[in-house]
């Protein structure tokens, strides 16, 4: 059974840090790209970032570039989100392969 599973949500400032991880198991993700994407209430689901396990450099949307920092390891990646503004508070998603995660809830507000 495959499951992908967010985790490190919360409540932060305006300006402040959060890092987000996605575990996914239960199937073959080597050599795939594992990206996360978010969605604000009245949005549509935007792509933040996407990363492969060949060591290339990451993408970012325009949005998160030089705030958000995404790694991996394995079958896990993470969202290390800098400087917090309240834009971007969404659901965030991660999708590994064709599965996607239940996201988790990044509110960002003073």
């Known amino acids: 059974q495959v499951k992908v599973v967010e985790s490190g949500g919360g409540l932060v400032r305006p300006g402040g840090s959060l890092t987000l991880s996605c575990i996914a198991s239960g199937y073959t993700f080597s050599g795939y790209v594992m990206s996360w994407y978010r969605q604000a209430p009245g949005k549509e689901r935007e792509l933040v970032a996407s990363?492969?396990?060949?060591?290339?450099t990451p993408s970012y949307a325009d949005s998160v570039k030089g705030r958000f920092t995404a790694s991996r390891d394995a079958n896990k990646v993470y969202l290390q989100m800098n400087n917090l503004k309240p834009d971007d508070t969404a659901v965030y998603y991660c999708k590994a392969r064709s599965w996607w995660g239940r996201g988790t809830q990044v509110t960002v507000s003073s």
């Open positions: 990363i492969n396990d060949f060591g290339d």
